[in-house]
């Protein structure tokens, strides 16, 4: 399992928490997605991650960022971004 660690800074929290609510079917009907959550960084609310699990690392770099879902979820949130998203991919070590 892979984990999309993507980390972002708003300009309207409300606004986006309710964009990335109803995008959350756009990556659940993407093929290896496995879940999505959105986290609001208490230390500095203007910041948020988003973590996505994907079956495989192509899943989330190949195949949904290259379908309209991507697409349609960019045209979503990227007017609430300050800054350019910074994304990561992790896979577990230790349980």
């Known amino acids: 399992m892979i984990l999309e ?3 972002f800074t708003v300009t309207d929290g ?7 609510r109803a995008a959350l079917p756009l990556f659940t009907g993407s093929p290896g997605c ?19 699990r994907w079956d495989r ?3 989330h770099t190949e195949t949904f960022r290259n379908s309209e879902a991507f697409t349609t979820w960019r045209a979503m949130v990227s007017p609430f971004f300050a800054a350019a998203p910074e994304v ?3 896979e577990e070590v230790v349980a």
């Open 5 to 7: 660690t993507a980390e």
């Open 14 to 20: 409300p606004a986006f928490e309710a964009k990335v």
């Open 34 to 52: 496995h879940g999505v959550s959105l986290h609001r960084v208490i230390e500095d609310p203007s910041r948020y991650r988003l973590l996505v």
């Open 57 to 59: 690392l192509e899943d």
């Open 88 to 90: 990561t991919h992790s």
